[in-house]
Nanobody, 126 residues
Framework: QVQLVESGGGLVQAGGSLRLSCAAS????????MGWFRQAPGKEREFVAG????????SYADSVKGRFAISRDNTENTVYLQMNSLKPEDSAVYYC???????????????????WGQGTQVTVSS
């Protein structure tokens, strides 16, 4: 079992940066593929970024490619999402999620993930 706790959200002006963290409990973090998702009011949850167990394979939604970077530290049981050049349309609740069955890269489908954090709010003002 893995429990996930996100932090680092907040209010930032357009063009600014935030770094989200997701701390995981449990001894199996290094065997779990991780992803970040977001959900804005009135919209469906969407995949943002994913990272393989080792950290060697990363993937991004087209909307954030080149602006966001996902990374992980398996010694610290933490996954990060560095968000640069933020836009108002990036405003959402951001969730980290874990998929213990994935082999290779992260899935873009939230239904594949067994573990979810409680979410952290990101608000980008124009």
């Amino acid at each position: 079992q893995v429990q996930l706790v996100e932090s680092g959200g907040g209010l930032v002006q357009a063009g600014g940066s935030l770094r989200l963290s997701c701390a995981a409990s449990g001894r199996t973090f290094s065997s779990v593929t991780m992803g970040w998702f977001r959900q804005a009011p009135g919209k469906e949850r969407e995949f943002v970024a994913g990272i393989s167990r080792s950290g060697r394979i990363t993937s991004y939604a087209d909307s954030v490619k080149g602006r966001f970077a996902i990374s992980r530290d398996n010694t610290e049981n933490t996954v990060y999402l560095q968000m640069n050049s933020l836009k108002p349309e990036d405003s959402a609740v951001y969730y980290c999620a874990g998929d213990r069955l994935a082999i290779g890269g992260a899935s873009i489908y939230g239904s594949r993930y067994e573990y979810w954090g409680q979410g952290t709010q990101v608000t980008v003002s124009s």
